[in-house]
């Protein structure tokens, strides 16, 4: 996946500077937007609308560019914040404004979803299009792009499926952002469950727009995956088709993030407490046991296995096995599809991710580290926080053949990716 | 006697009252019953297996031997309800009301017992392990009413700001558990294990921890005024600024101890082990140190005034700037 690089211009244009100001500031959500900006630029939030009126809009636009100099980092800067706030689904939305608006402030060496051409976006039409649900898809992904919650059926089939991909994956650089996007909005709505597993499904048929190289056959795989609903080992094994990374994706400057897990463990007292408000314990034990060793069954064999489990003691491996938060995610939405009443196991996913999250940092990709096209497509390195001498692991590229691979079974194409980076790492650590 | 069927269809038709009625071994796995009225009923071997019982009146009914895993009760109200050998794995109850309901020999592990009333509750031989009692009320309200814990295994319990005032937990498995800024005035807590637990800012004035274990504990802050200590293990443990006033530490094991900066008042540490302990700035007034033995021990600058040490062993102490019982400042 070759992801949109786009490099601020030395010095942007004036007079585009004020116009992008004067946009934002004359948006209906003006106020939440300079909140969030400013929470961007300075980590403060404001609640005083005073204070809020006096803070130069323009004046906050230059700050932005210079924090974020790459469009990437823009997106996955403003929807991080978005993601972590209460409203997140209000503040999804007023991402995508700021995100629309200061856009056209970066320079686009590569514009965003170069990769994904347009065969790419009709491949994900038509596949949305066929989709029983196909018209709640259309309703979400209206509203992420439009902010509008269409119901009528005519303005709904007036509306052709290509130009909603297309806005859509322009508005998000990277699949985390769009799952972001899409899970936020599905849970303001009413027939939230539903909404969720469309959201998932629609977040599987758009990764081919991520991983753009994927061959076409590789695409009808993921198709009959998605039926089959295993999606990582159609991930797994498409990643043997992804060509190496063209000498101008190398070329172009990225700084990829990754939400990597701190080294020091939390208190075990305070997770329990917050998990424990918003899920079921049993229910979280059941997941999380189902992560580790195999799909619970109910009945007197699993039961008592579950007994000898402690609920910190899972929470505790679950941790110190999960350095990277995607793979976290990925494994967790996973086991609670593997579930029978897997909706009810999604939720209590998201509540372990949103207690876990704390304990991992969104930490930039180090200077050196090989940029490749398939890794950008999440943004994802495996860099453990601190780990020691990053060596130039350009030099080793390569080596990390498959059979060296961990033997994980659903695992994500970036976090296998991620885990070959880690290992040439170490051993590149090891050696010095 | 109604069956599970019939229960769901009447319920599901709007009826919310099935008091008394004769429920035995009925199967309810993750059925939806919020809010219904099972009072007195008869409930001995039912399975509610994660049904949702939120704000269920389920007072005086019969629950034992009840599987109810990972049941919502949350807000319940099971006042004097049977729940005997009941399994709670993972249950939610916070905010239940369980005063006076019988819980012995339950299963509690990993369950969500925050802000539940468990005042007069019967949890003696009940597995808590792991279970969340996060301002959870256990408060003694006379000497007939209190909860008993006897037997009670609470490991790696979160009893953060629970309020055990007077409760029995003699014999307790507290290992790893978080009593920090708990209330335990007066309760009974001798014999019980509290190794690796953390009592930070605890109360527990006038407390019975005669031969309680407390190995590597974490009482910093702790209040212990007039606690009974008497042949209590607590070697390695970290008593900084706790005080100790008026306590009995006789034949207390306090080897490598941190009581640096706590005060001792008057306390009888008689027989007391303190070998290598640290006593730097600590307050020994008027304390009772009949064959203590401070080998090795650390007094610096520790306040002696009156204490009674003619017969203490201080080989090899560090007494650099300690007032000595006469008043004199040791060079």
Partial sequence: MVLATSVIPPIAASSLLSEVAKELASDQNALRIKKLMLFACTQKWENDSHRLQEVNLLELVKRLLAIAPTLEQLQSRIHGIANSLNKSAEYTLIANAIINRVSRLYLETCPVGAGAGAKDYEAVAQILACDPDHLRIKKLLILASKNIWETDANRLNSLPFLDLVQEVHDLTPTPESLKAVLDNLAKTLSKKTEYEAIAERVCLIFQSLYFINLSAPALEMLDITLTEGILEASLGASSESLPEPSCEAMAQPQQPYAYIRQQALPDFFDLRVSIMQSANPMRVKILLFTLMHEVFTPGAEHDSLLKNHELDDLLQILLQTHKLLSDLESKLLSAARSLQESDEYAQVAQVLLRSLKPFYTYLPLKAGLPTSADEGATNIVSVEAGLPGTTEPNSQKGDGSPSARPDHTCQVLTFERAIEISELQAGASSHD | MINANELLKRYGAGELSFCGENLTGVNLTRADLIGIDLQESDLHSAVF?????????????????????????????????????????????????????????????????????????????????????????????????????????????????????????????????????????????????????TLKGTTLTEANLARAVLRGTNLMNAKLERADLTEADLASVNLQGATLADAKLIRVHLAKANLTRARLNRADLSRANLWGASLRDAHLIETYLARANFTNADLTNANLVRAEMSSANLTGAILTGATLPDGRIQP
């Fill in chain 2, 49 to 197: 297996v994660l049904a949702y019982l939120n704000r269920a009146k389920l007072t005086k009914a019969n629950l034992m031997a009840t599987r109810l895993g990972g049941i919502n009760l949350s807000q319940a109200n099971l006042v004097r309800a049977n729940l005997r050998d009941a399994d709670l794995h993972g249950a939610i109850l916070q905010g239940a009301d369980l005063r006076s309901a019988d819980l012995t020999l339950a299963n509690l592990l990993d369950a969500n017992l925050i802000d539940a009333d468990l005042r007069n509750t019967n949890l003696s031989g009940a597995n808590l392990t792991g279970a969340c009692l996060r301002g959870a009320n256990l408060r003694e309200e006379n000497r007939k009413y209190s909860a008993n814990l006897r037997g009670a295994t609470l490991r790696k319990a979160d009893l953060r700001g629970a309020n055990l005032t007077g409760a029995d937990l003699a014999r307790v498995d507290l290992r790893g558990a978080n009593l920090s800024e708990a209330t335990l005035r007066g309760a009974d807590l001798s014999g019980a294990d509290l190794t690796e637990a």
